[in-house]
């Protein structure tokens, strides 16, 4: 019998175990499936000694249906073997198995033992079908159902996306055998499960599997990678290459892809590869964001650069080294991944494996490229570069010669032209680096740097010293200087016409001139043949100079305005004159000008007359016209006044300054009180008529002075000038006042005022005097002065030799030297004398010392009133104020001990004197053996004329060298001995009385007396003394207050007491050469 399609669902066994049934138990549920002539089996086997009527089968259900004694109970259904009580196969045999037929079955050997197996007849599940959502996506819960029909027992599903397993969510039975059965999976899907299958699995007890399946359409957001293209994220530096932007998405239409470089956006980058063709430089973060209609995502990348060593070298790409110095090149490299080696390369031999390159003494045979080269291993490539220096070695150039191409006499050149000079230096003598030319006028440099200076268009400024420098870093040499002149006196090349007319109406009445010239014409403007200055109040100037074609254009206008006039009128009358002049000379040719102005008369004068009644008066009407005045008359009470009894009239026409000028006068003899009043002036002529009032008054004060002006100004003075008023009718003069202090009294109407201060404001007023009385003075003129630049000394102190230094160069000022204790208040030093200095001057300084120096500029002349301020302060340091307080201790302590080894020597020369003779001169002088002791003299037939208060013979100057002295008076001794005729002397001893104070006193007064000498000339003697004399001139210098003191060996004390002195009488000494008294051996032992 076959089974066919069975699955294996349940196994379900039970079994008895007896002798007889030898059939092993069932292992599980023998199932069939339902069809036609479907036939089941059941074994069960018997050993052959069963007794068949013990024999049964039996189901569930329906009883037993079969019995070894009496065959099949239940028609032709069920049937064993045959032969089952031979064989003892008792197998069961169901023909036409149904669903019916589903039941357990029973084997049974009597009571004891049964055989159970259990038959199914199932019928497969029908095909499954899967519904899933209409749409899937990502991290969204979806349902999918599994369905199935005509199963028997009912099917089982089994769920699965891939080849995972899910357990499903939900089951619903059929509700009849074999009906619909249904079974739902929930789960949330990622994007990794898109285009897998979900399979459902549907099965029962026939083992039979019935799949469907369904693809998976899972919607998804972006999901980018980025990436290189090669899959590394190391690049090289500047490399080109492409980031790569994989976008994996559901749906894979994208709406928008953006790039950002280190977070800035790409404009323009739409592509999911993005190019970078110049490569980069540093380390970069590439992203890339791209957006479907799901959502928008992103993906970085961080892209690590290599690059190969960037080599640097501390000194830079060129370098000089002088000779015989050192040379010390450091290697810098700048590399991804790390440097690995240097080495340092030069004319291709290896020098040295390290960063540092250093060198000694360095020649010019050492000079030439030096080349470092790193090495690193960017993306694992060993890879090389290098960076080179040129090191030179430097060497002085040689002395150049200066010369000019073309050359003409006396190097004297037109201007306008073109002039090249030349700087030459012997061959080879150029040095390095490279002598650099420089270009000099006077010690101005000039522009160029080349051996030739080309100047075109000279002009006269040209005109100077030239020479040319050539230097490098080791020195310079400059070649001689070359005087080139360049000249062209000034031409007339312009001017305004010859005879020009003015009247009131012109408008800006003006005479021009152009002149050129080299150098620069400087152009001056005359009225009938006097200079108008550039100051003047009535014109004013115009000038304006330019280059032209290398000459110097110089165009001046004379305006007729100034500060006392806006127009012109009839003092512009006369001839006008331009001339130019240079500093090589004055034009050819000038400008001439005739100037008329034509106006309507003007009446001169006051307009007032003087005088007391019964003196005699003149009225005077003075007009000037241009047309000439055709009438001129005097009026009283509007009649013309004609000559009479009491009137002398005078009418005087002459031509000034071609203006026409008339006089009339009429003079009365003898005033009346009648006669005082008003008198008109009338004059016409051919433009008009112009009338004037005279006042006849009695005489008076002056009237005040009008129109008071600067005329001019300096740091000292100020020039000044007014217009008289009305004198009143006598002889007037004026008084100028000055900061309200009247100055003195003039005639003139201008004044100059001196001896003023610089920078100063001045209140400046004028008025008139005569014989009756005085005007007021005028408003007052502030004028201030000019400043004074003044040239500030330097000082330098040189405090351990005492003398100051000026540095001052100037013929105006004078230097003031000055010293300070507190550096506030200076005052002036050497009686505040005011020296001349012109370059340097010292000075040596005298007490009183001062820790503060200074110096001030005062003017020549001025008594010290006009100074500058203090120049800087020169401080005395005190450190060097103790050094020098040192040198001087050590100095006194040095003179010090020379005059103790002297008056050692004068002891013992003194004891070694004869006391009964007399001492000569000769015996004074009388030489030192080396062993201390007084050799014996030669007296001379007449006495030296030696001065005995100085036993040494010679005065000692006043000096710090005593080696000096000692030298200058041994051969003051010898001279004196080779001069002389000598005769043998034996000095004399003095009584004993005497002796022992006397040599107390002898020794202790050199001591002091030869200090004095080193500060003081000795004293004069005009007297023969005997030796009791000497010694009492000796003594009498000693001073009386050290005798007592115990501090007599500390001879600093008695030089500082030295002072202070008394004469001793009555005292002698007697020469010996050991002492022979208590006395004067202690004397003696002290001093040596």
């Known amino acids: 019998m076959t089974l066919k399609n069975t699955i294996l669902l349940v196994l379900l066994v039970q079994y008895s175990w007896t002798a007889i049934i030898i059939t092993p138990p069932y292992e599980g549920t023998l199932v069939y499936e339902n069809g036609q002539d479907l036939v089941g089996y059941l074994p069960c086997i018997m050993r052959p000694t069963a007794d068949s009527g013990k024999i049964f089968w039996s189901r569930a259900n329906g009883g037993t249906i079969y019995s070894g004694a009496g065959g099949?109970?239940?028609?032709?259904?069920?049937?064993?073997?045959?032969?089952?009580?031979?064989?003892?196969?008792?197998s069961l045999v169901i023909k036409n198995l149904n669903r019916n037929d589903s039941d357990t079955y029973r084997c049974q050997y009597s009571a004891d033992e049964t055989l159970i197996g259990v038959i199914l007849v199932a019928d497969a599940p029908g095909q499954p079908t899967i519904s899933a959502p209409s749409q899937i996506t990502e991290d969204t819960p979806s349902t999918f159902s599994c369905e199935s029909t005509g199963g028997y027992p009912n099917p089982t599903f089994t769920w699965s996306i891939g080849n995972q397993l899910y357990p499903e969510t939900s089951y619903t039975a059929p509700s009849v055998d074999g009906g619909l059965a249904v079974s739902t999976l929930d789960v949330t899907l990622t994007h990794a499960d898109n285009r897998k299958e979900v399979k459902c699995d549907v099965t029962n007890e026939l083992q039979r599997t019935f799949t469907a399946t369904h693809t998976l359409d899972v919607q998804y957001k972006p999901k980018v990678t980025v990436k290189l293209d090669g899959g590394i994220s190391v690049v090289l530096q500047q490399s080109s290459f492409e980031v790569v932007c994989s976008v994996d998405a559901n749906p894979q239409e994208l709406k928008s892809i953006t790039w950002k470089k280190n977070s800035l956006v790409l404009e323009g980058e739409s592509s999911l590869t993005l190019s970078q063709p110049g490569g980069i430089v540093l380390d970069t973060v590439y992203e890339c964001e791209v957006e479907n209609s799901i959502d928008r995502a992103n993906g970085v990348l961080s892209v690590s650069v290599h690059y190969a060593p960037k080599v640097s070298i501390d000194k830079g790409a060129v370098m000089a080294v002088n000779e015989s110095t050192n040379l010390e090149l450091n290697c810098n490299a700048d590399a991804v991944p790390s440097v690995v080696s240097y080495r340092w390369v030069k004319d291709g031999a290896v020098m040295v494996r390290a960063k540092r390159l250093a060198m000694n003494s360095m020649t010019r045979e050492m000079a030439g490229i030096y080349t470092c080269v790193a090495s690193n291993q960017p993306l694992g490539v060993t890879t090389s570069r290098n960076e080179s220096i040129q090191v030179h070695v430097n060497y002085k150039p040689e002395q150049p010669t200066l010369s000019v191409q073309n050359p003409e006499p006396s190097n004297i050149y037109r201007a306008g032209g073109t002039i090249t000079f030349h700087c030459i230096l012997p061959d080879g003598g150029y040095g390095y680096p490279t002598a650099m030319y420089q270009w000099f006028r006077y010690d101005t440099q000039l522009t160029g740097n080349s051996s030739e200076l080309t100047i075109s268009a000279t002009r006269y400024q040209d005109t100077g010293n030239y020479s040319c420098t050539v230097a490098n870093l080791l020195g310079s040499k400059q070649a001689e200087t070359l005087h080139v002149k360049f000249y062209d006196v000034p031409e007339l090349i312009s001017s305004s016409e010859s005879q020009i007319n003015f009247t009131r109406d012109s408008v800006q009445p003006s005479l021009q001139c152009e002149f050129y010239g080299v150098p620069k014409p400087q152009v001056s403007w005359y009225f009938n043949d006097e200079l108008i200055p550039d100051d003047s109040s009535k014109y004013s100037f115009n000038n304006s100079y330019?280059?032209?074609?290398?000459?110097?254009?110089?165009?001046?206008?004379?305006?007729?305005?100034?500060?006392?006039?806006?127009?012109?009128?009839?003092?512009?009358?006369?001839s006008y004159k331009c001339s130019?002049?240079?500093?090589?000379?004055?034009?050819?040719?000038?400008?001439?000008?005739?100037?008329?102005?034509?106006?309507?008369?003007?009446?001169?004068?006051?307009?007032?007359?003087?005088?007391?009644?019964?003196?005699?008066?003149?009225?005077?009407?003075?007009?000037?016209?241009?047309?000439?005045?055709?009438?001129?008359?005097?009026?009283?009470?509007?009649?013309?006044?004609?000559?009479?009894?009491?009137?002398?009239?005078?009418d005087i026409n002459y031509n000034v300054d071609a203006t026409y000028k008339q006089h009339k006068s009429v003079t009365i003899d003898s005033v009346r009180p009648t006669d005082l009043g008003e008198y008109e002036c009338r004059a016409v002529n051919s433009l008009g008529r112009v009338e004037r009032t005279i006042t006849l008054q009695e005489s008076g004060a002056p009237d005040t002075p009008s129109h008071l002006i600067l005329t001019g100004k300096t740091w000292d003075s100020i020039d000044i000038e007014w217009n008289p008023g009305f004198d009143g009718g006598r002889v007037q003069n004026f008084i100028v006042s000055k900061d309200g202090r009247q100055l003195n009294t003039i005639s003139a109407h201008s004044t100059q005022l001196t001896t003023l201060y610089p920078e100063t404001e001045y209140k400046i007023s004028v008025l008139a005097t005569n014989s009756l009385g005085s005007s007021t003075a005028t408003p007052d003129l502030l004028v201030t002065?000019?400043?004074?630049?003044f040239i500030v000394p330097t000082i330098q102190v040189d405090s351990e030799e005492n003398i100051v230094t000026v540095y001052f160069n100037s013929s105006k000022f004078c230097v003031v030297i000055m010293g300070s204790d507190d550096g506030i208040t200076y005052t002036p030093i050497f009686d505040g004398e005011c020296y001349e200095v012109e370059g340097t001057k010292q000075f040596e300084l005298v007490s009183p010392f001062y820790s503060n120096y200074a110096a001030k500029s005062c003017v020549v002349g001025r008594s010290n009133d006009v100074c500058s301020a203090v120049s800087e302060i020169v401080e005395i340091s005190a450190e060097k104020d103790d050094s020098t307080k040192w040198i001087v201790i050590g100095?006194?302590?040095?003179?010090?001990?020379?005059?103790?080894?002297?008056?050692?020597?004068?002891?013992?020369?003194?004891?070694?004197?004869?006391?009964?003779k007399k001492l000569t001169k000769a015996s004074i002088s009388a030489p030192i053996s080396k062993s201390g002791h007084i050799n014996p003299v030669m007296t001379p037939s007449e006495e030296l004329d030696i001065d005995l208060e100085n036993p040494y013979s010679t005065y000692i100057p006043p000096s710090n060298n005593l080696n000096t002295f000692n030298s200058e008076f041994k051969a003051a001794q010898q001279h004196e001995l080779e001069n002389y005729d000598y005769t043998y002397a034996s000095v004399q001893k003095k009584s004993a009385e005497q002796?022992?104070?006397?040599?107390?006193?002898?020794?202790?007064?050199?001591?002091?007396?030869?200090?004095?000498?080193?500060?003081?000339?000795?004293?004069?003697?005009?007297?023969?003394?005997?030796?009791?004399?000497?010694?009492?001139?000796?003594?009498?210098?000693?001073?009386?207050?050290?005798?007592?003191?115990p501090d007599f060996p500390d001879f600093p004390d008695i030089v500082g007491n030295m002072p202070h002195y008394q004469r001793f009488s009555n005292f002698s000494e007697s020469g010996y050469s050991t002492p022979d008294s208590r006395a004067k051996k202690v004397i003696y032992e002290v001093i040596v």
């Open 785 to 789: 002065t000019d400043s004074l630049d």
């Open 891 to 916: 100095s006194v302590a040095g003179i010090i001990a020379v005059v103790l080894i002297i008056a050692i020597i004068a002891v013992i020369i003194r004891r070694q004197k004869g006391s009964n």
């Open 995 to 1045: 002796k022992s104070l006397a040599d107390c006193s002898a020794a202790r007064t050199h001591q002091a007396e030869l200090g004095r000498h080193l500060s003081t000339p000795p004293a004069e003697s005009n007297s023969d003394n005997t030796e009791q004399d000497t010694l009492d001139n000796d003594l009498s210098v000693f001073p009386v207050d050290t005798l007592d003191s």
């Open 72 to 90: 099949s109970l239940v028609g032709e259904k069920y049937s064993v073997d045959a032969n089952a009580a031979t064989t003892g196969n008792y």
């Open 546 to 574: 330019s280059l032209v074609d290398g000459f110097w254009s110089s165009q001046s206008q004379l305006l007729f305005s100034g500060s006392t006039r806006t127009q012109v009128d009839i003092h512009d009358i006369g």
């Open 580 to 650: 130019a002049k240079s500093e090589i000379g004055g034009t050819n040719t000038e400008g001439q000008f005739a100037v008329d102005f034509h106006f309507t008369p003007e009446v001169m004068g006051y307009g007032k007359a003087a005088a007391d009644v019964g003196e005699k008066a003149t009225i005077t009407c003075e007009v000037l016209g241009l047309p000439k005045v055709t009438s001129l008359d005097i009026l009283r009470d509007g009649n013309i006044i004609t000559a009479g009894p009491r009137y002398n009239v005078t």
